[in-house]
């Protein structure tokens, strides 16, 4: 090769030689990157109800530490990258439709409350984790009708890890600041309306998000914000998806049919994230907790109280494949759980005792159901509940004996999918659709739990209810019922209330419910924080004490309060929603007559339940917003007819009748004319004939002709 091509291919490889070291530099740089811990797990939580409907939980958990905010393997990058550079702990945003009847369905459609702060070495989530760090775990509730958002973010002038420097946005310094940035990146992340949370909305219930607080974890300020009036559409399922490592495309999420969803009676899309903290206090990493909830009914969709997966929630027909569940080839757990209430499992004690393997006396004219195709993988007792556990990881991958039971092969599940049934079978001489019939008017009624039943198993009913019937001031009641025969509860009630219901501190008054005044010893703590106009709510927060079988009543009157002729909305006739309050039950460790449960602190501490309360409609003073159409309308009327009568003046030129002397019409003969009606007919007849007259005939006969013509001569 001659010296002039040995130079040209020597160039060549220069780019090369310096790709390989790039390479070999970026592998060398982010060793801590590649081999941080990473997990993603899929559950499906299916509970038929004792009323026939059903509820599906899909929950997708996914955990990424060590990322130091620039490096994700599982855990999405573009949410990642905002809650580093908003120095977000921990974050919750919930879309939910609905009405969730608490009475009929318990608050046991979300995960059990489980204490705020623990070590990764408690959390059998994140099991992967280095032990000795701390992990943030807010406590699920019932969420409210419409979009609720809370976020902690690190309080002003607390730095992150020493790896911030590296972050791909510049951190905000201000909590409100990044509060409000916050929800405008969210709003466009998910497709809300979450910009619209303005300081009028924002509150602060830390001590009810955060109830204790570990040695060694850094502070931290809550915000909290709801939208009652923010609807659930398909828009808010599609950013789910992306959200997911295998997309809509495998594993249990390839079940989310929106055009099925979207349907229920009840739907709630929740985004949870968690912070992941090390033994010195720095962030470490987040997990992620994505759910769809669904409340279904098969007996109003197909008649048949029976259903499988495909039915409720496929594509296709029943039985194609499409819509069973299988699990993510990225995922490290695939559950499957069928929870059966004790409710529900009273009206079938036979088939209950049949799936647990037990013996049973089985009627055979009383009604029962089968559970197939399958046999679960485990069985357990979860709070009253009888769980079947399905491992669809294992199921999936076990070929020998579980092609015959998994459904044909689709897209979604290459090896195909476990398309899990509940069939009914009525009673002797009654058709399929009576299995869940109320035979008897006491169904209906909340019965009376014993007296070794669970607290949680009947939980405290709080009605909250306005009493408003003028435009100028009303009373906003709180209603907190304990049915519980012999253990008291610890109620935290927290409520803000918008700017214009502004509340006189004088009525306040806790009763109980028989109308006597709430002793001190039961009130243990209350406190108040008036609004500012225009600016913020105001925030009522009681912690008291609920005996058994007793109730307190939380009692509040406001005046209304007059708003910018900008900030009202055009069915204003409709009247202006109130978010929900939260609400802390927590079981109290002795009985109704103050002897101690011997030990059962612990025990009762994680059982306690935070849910929210039912949303309000209140119709405040507005201006008749047809006056201005009015007032325009009449203003211009009466400018109209001024114009129109200036111009008519300054524009006309006038003579006086009276003075004007009269002028007689003369015509071509010097004669006056008669210029009335019967004159001037006349003489249009008199000047017709003469018109005739000298035009003469048409035709000239012989004579005529002979006769003219000597009288010329």
Known sequence: MSWPHRVVAQRGMIPLL????????????????????????????????????????????????????????????ALGQVLWSLR????????????????????????????????????????????????????????????????????????????????AFTPASSVDARWTELQTTLSGLFCASLSQMSAETTSNPAELLRPEAVAG???????????????????????????????????????LNPLKLFRAHFHSIQFRVHPVFT????????????????LLDPQLLYRSPSWSLTKMVGTGTEGDGKGAACACSLSQRATLHVQLPPAFAARFPSSVQR???????????????????????????AQGHTQFSFDLKRLSSDSSGSSSVLSPAVPSCPLGGLDLSMRYTPAAGDQASSVFAVRDLAELLPSVPS???????????????????????????????????????????????????????????????DGSPLSPGDLLHRSYTPALHRSSPAQLSFVFRVAAQSSVSVRVHFTKAMLLTSQYPPDVSRGFDIGSALVHVTPEADDAHGNPLGGATTQWSSSS??????????????????????????????????????LNTTA????????????????????????????????????RRKQKESAGPTEQTPEAAIERSSKED
């Open 18 to 77: 310096l790709s390989l070291l790039l390479l070999v530099l970026g592998c060398t740089i982010i060793p801590a990157a590649a081999s941080s811990p990473a997990g993603f797990n899929e559950t499906l939580l299916v509970r038929p109800l004792p009323d026939g409907k059903l509820m599906m939980h899909w929950e997708f958990e996914l955990s990424e530490l060590g990322t130091q905010g620039q490096y994700f393997r599982v855990f999405p990058k």
């Open 88 to 167: 977000v702990h921990s974050l919750s945003l919930s879309l939910t439709s609905g009405r969730w009847l608490t009475d009929q369905f318990g608050y046991e459609a979300y995960a059990p409350a489980e204490p705020h702060w623990r070590t990764v070495a408690e959390n059998n989530a994140t099991a992967d984790a280095p032990t000795g760090g701390l992990t943030a775990v807010p406590r699920p509730h019932h969420t409210p009708n419409g979009a609720e958002l809370w976020a902690e973010l690190a309080d002003d002038g607390q730095s992150l890890a020493a790896a911030a420097s590296g972050a």
């Open 217 to 255: 974890a850094p502070s931290s300020s809550f915000r909290y914000a709801t939208l009652p009036r923010e609807s659930v559409c398909t828009e808010n399922l599609a950013p789910f998806f992306k959200l997911l490592p295998c997309r809509r495309e495998r594993g249990l999420a390839a079940m």
């Open 279 to 294: 033994s010195r206090g720095e962030l470490d990493g987040w997990i992620l907790r994505q759910s769809v909830t669904v």
């Open 355 to 381: 799936l647990l393997g037990a013996p049973a006396d089985i009627d055979a004219g009383a009604a029962s159901f089968s559970l197939g195709p399958v046999a679960p993988s485990r069985i357990r007792e």
């Open 451 to 513: 007296p070794s039943a669970r607290p949680l198993e009947w939980p405290v009913r709080v009605e909250r209810y306005l009493n408003a019937p003028s435009l100028e001031d009303g009373e906003l009641f709180v209603h907190v019922h304990n049915p519980s025969p012999s253990h008291a509860m610890r109620v935290q009630l927290f409520d803000a209330l918008p700017w214009w219901c502004q509340i006189e501190l004088h009525s306040m008054a806790l009763t109980r419910g």
């Open 609 to 646: 339940v935070l849910f929210s309360t039912s949303g309000l409609l209140l119709l405040l003073p507005f201006p008749d917003f047809s006056m201005p159409f009015n007032v325009i309308a009449f203003t211009s009327t009466i400018l109209a007819f001024f114009f129109g009568s200036v």
């Open 652 to 687: 006309t030129h006038y003579t006086d009748v009276l003075k004007r002397k009269p002028s007689a019409r003369v015509g071509k003969d010097g004669m006056p004319v008669d210029t009335s009606p019967i004159g001037r007919l006349k003489a249009w007849w008199s000047g």
